[in-house]
């Protein structure tokens, strides 16, 4: 299994500039997360996802991001206009919900985002 | 949002010593959770718990749920040069729901 994949790795834009993150889900995962690290605010769960449906969307700092899941293979987060502010390692994790009382989380590598 | 208080921020140590770090919450969680992260990568889960009171290893790591499900801590015995990294600590409330993480544990091993 490949685990989640996300790209790209690294991005590095200016600010004003739209940057979209991409995230492949673990096959026949059923849940999806967006997650964004920094040094400040550590890691906060931005949005999540069930059977390709947004559930909680409190995460999501301002109307600059937004998050789709078009499919069950992929999940995209832009962020249009892009600042400085946004600078961080964004994550993507995805779980199967076997009806137990915690289903894992399992992340990928991260994409790493600088906003000059 | 919600971050959950974990201490220390980061522990120096030499090779062979015991660990141990722990996480409070002003809110009950229904399931706690350790992660570890390495550089370049995401977090990695290590234990989770379930139930208020539970103790739980997992080879030389031992975790507890508090009995009050507002608080967990995590042990480290006889920590070797692979340990290092940082640990955190997470919450959730229900069995799908996203997590609430600690800023983490930063674990270094002096030679």
């Known amino acids: 299994d490949a685990g989640v994949i996300q790209s790209p790795r690294h991005e590095v834009t200016e600010m004003g500039q739209e940057v979209t993150l991409r995230c492949k889900p673990i096959?026949?995962?059923?849940?999806l997360f967006w997650y964004r690290q920094t040094m400040m605010r550590g890691l906060e769960l931005l949005i999540y996802?069930?059977?390709?449906?947004?559930?909680?969307d409190s995460g999501m700092p301002e109307d600059r991001f937004s998050a789709k899941m078009p499919n069950a293979s992929f999940s995209t987060l832009k962020i249009q206009p892009s600042e400085p502010r946004d600078s961080a390692v964004y994550f993507c994790a995805s779980s199967l919900a076997l009806g137990g009382i915690y289903n894992e989380q399992f992340f990928g590598p991260g994409t790493r985002l600088t906003v000059l | 949002g919600q971050q959950l208080n974990q201490s220390p921020q980061s522990m120096f140590i030499q090779e062979g010593e015991d660990v141990s770090m722990n996480c409070t919450s002003s809110s009950i969680f229904n399931t706690w959770l350790w992660y570890k992260q390495e550089p370049g990568e995401g977090p990695v889960l290590l234990i989770a718990?379930?139930?208020?009171?539970e103790l739980t290893s997992n080879g030389r790591l031992t975790a507890q749920f508090g009995i009050t499900r507002k608080d967990s801590f995590l042990n480290i015995s006889a920590s070797i040069p692979s340990d290092v990294g940082i640990y955190f600590c997470a919450g959730q409330r229900g069995g799908a729901d996203g997590l609430t993480f600690g800023k983490g544990t930063h674990l270094i091993i002096q030679p």
């Open positions: 996802f069930n059977n390709n449906v947004p559930i909680d």
């Open positions: 096959s026949g995962h059923d849940y």
């Open positions: 718990l379930y139930k208020a009171g």
